[in-house]
C-alpha cells in the first residue's frame, strides 16, 4: 500500500482572478507532492478576519482526521504579528495571528500552539507582502509530510492568541440577543454568528414564532424551518446549514432588501 495523501485545507481573501492561489498551493506541493488541497473559499471580503474566522468554525469538522487547515488572510502581513500553528483532537490550523482562531479558541477547540519563527522551513527570499507563499505555504507543507511542530518554534498558550471578543454572541442587560453578521452568501443569505443553542434558550425552546431582528432597521420576521414555508420574496429566519441563525427572502435576496453587509450588528428581540 502506498502512503495515503496528506488533506491540507485552504481559506483566504485572495479570490481567483490573480496567481496567488494557485502559487501558494505550487510551493505547498513542492514540500508535500502528494498532498491533497481542498479549497474552501478564496471570496472571503478582503481582510474581513471575521468573516474568516466563523467560517472556519462552521467547516472544519466536516474534514477527514489529519487535516491541516491553512488560512490567509492577512492584513498585517509583514508586520510583527505572529504567525501560528493550533493543534486541535483531530486536525491543525496553520495562520496568523491576528484573531482568525477567535471562534475556534472560544469554543475550547484547540490544545496546543507554537509560534512559526523556524527561518530555515521558509523559503530562501521572503517577501515582505506575500507571507502565504513564502513562510505559511512550505510551513504547511513541512507539517503535512510529518514535520514536527515542536520544530516550527516556541510553544505558546491559547490564551495568548489575538482573539475578536466581538465574535462571541451575548445575551444583553435589555434582554436581546446580539451578535452580528459574519457572511453573506451567494444566495444573498445574511448569515450571524447566533446558534441555534443559544436562539434555543433565549427562544425557551420554542422556535416557531415571530421574532423582531434589529438590522438596517427592524423586521418583524417569521421563524421557520425552510425557506419555502414562506411566500416567494418574503423576508424570513431560519437556522442554516452552519447551525446559526440566517436572514433570507425565498427565492430572492435579503441582502439586497437589508443593506447589510458581515460586520454589522443583529439585536434579536421575542415576540410573544
Not at 471570496?43 to 487535516?67: K, N, S
Amino acid at each position: 500500500m502506498g502512503i495515503p495523501p496528506a488533506f491540507i485545507s485552504l481559506l483566504t481573501d485572495f479570490g481567483d482572478r490573480d496567481e496567488y492561489v494557485g502559487v501558494m498551493k505550487g510551493a505547498i506541493l513542492s514540500r508535500v507532492p502528494r498532498g491533497a488541497i481542498v479549497d474552501i473559499c478564496h471570496h472571503i471580503a478582503p481582510h474581513d478576519i471575521r468573516q474568516a474566522a466563523a467560517m472556519i468554525l462552521a467547516v472544519y469538522r466536516y474534514f477527514p482526521e489529519g487535516t491541516l487547515h491553512v488560512m490567509v488572510v492577512d492584513p498585517g502581513v509583514g508586520s510583527e504579528r505572529d504567525i501560528v500553528y493550533a493543534r486541535a483532537r483531530s486536525c491543525g490550523f496553520l495562520c496568523p495571528d491576528n484573531g482568525l482562531l477567535s471562534g475556534l479558541q472560544s469554543e475550547g477547540v484547540l490544545q496546543e500552539v507554537w509560534r512559526v519563527t523556524n527561518r530555515a522551513l521558509f523559503a530562501a527570499a521572503v517577501s515582505d507582502t506575500f507571507h502565504g507563499r513564502d513562510i505559511i505555504a512550505p510551513v504547511a507543507g513541512f507539517l503535512a509530510s510529518g514535520g514536527r511542530p515542536e520544530l516550527l518554534g516556541p510553544p505558546m498558550a491559547t490564551r495568548d492568541l489575538v482573539c475578536l471578543e466581538a465574535l462571541a454572541p451575548r445575551l444583553a442587560t435589555d434582554g436581546s440577543l446580539q451578535g452580528i453578521v459574519v457572511n453573506v452568501d451567494r444566495f444573498g443569505n445574511v448569515v450571524t454568528n447566533i446558534g441555534r443553542e443559544l436562539l434555543t434558550s433565549f427562544l425557551e425552546g420554542d422556535l416557531k414564532q415571530s421574532l423582531t431582528i434589529n438590522l438596517a432597521g427592524r423586521h418583524p420576521i417569521p421563524l421557520v424551518t425552510t425557506y419555502s414555508d414562506i411566500p416567494a420574496g418574503k423576508l424570513l429566519a431560519l437556522i442554516g446549514s452552519r447551525d446559526t441563525l440566517e436572514l433570507a427572502v425565498n427565492q430572492g435576496s435579503a441582502v439586497s432588501m437589508l443593506s447589510v453587509a458581515p460586520g454589522a450588528p443583529v439585536r434579536v428581540i421575542c415576540l410573544r
